[in-house]
Nanobody, 124 residues
Framework: QVQLVESGGGLVQAGGSLRLSCAAS????????MGWFRQAPGKEREFVAA????????YYADSVKGRFTISRDNAKNTVYLQMNSLKPEDTAVYYCNADSNLGATMDQYHAAYWGQGTQVTVSS
């Protein structure tokens, strides 16, 4: 089992920045790829970003490419999502996930482990 806890969400003005963190505990963390999804009110959960267990491969949704950066620190068992140039449409609950398969972290129906989410609100 892997437990995931997100933090770092909050209220920010458009154009601002936030850094989300996802701390993992439980089974050997460094063997898992990690990802971020988000869900806005009334919408389906959507993929945001993913990173391989080594950190050597990263993937982004087109909507956040160039503005968000995913990274990880295996020594701290933590994955980060640096969000810059935030827009009101980025408002959502952000969830991190983990899976031994990188592809699964980009699929909300197959990722093995999920956190409880952290709210991000971007005001215009």
């Amino acid at each position: 089992q892997v437990q995931l806890v997100e933090s770092g969400g909050g209220l920010v003005q458009a154009g601002g920045s936030l850094r989300l963190s996802c701390a993992a505990s439980g089974r050997t963390y460094t063997r898992y790829a990690m990802g971020w999804f988000r869900q806005a009110p009334g919408k389906e959960r959507e993929f945001v970003a993913a990173i391989s267990w080594s950190g050597g491969s990263t993937y982004y949704a087109d909507s956040v490419k160039g503005r968000f950066t995913i990274s990880r620190d295996n020594a701290k068992n933590t994955v980060y999502l640096q969000m810059n140039s935030l827009k009101p449409e980025d408002t959502a609950v952000y969830y991190c996930n983990a899976d031994s398969n990188l592809g699964a972290t980009m699929d909300q129906y197959h990722a093995a482990y999920w956190g409880q989410g952290t709210q991000v609100t971007v005001s215009s």
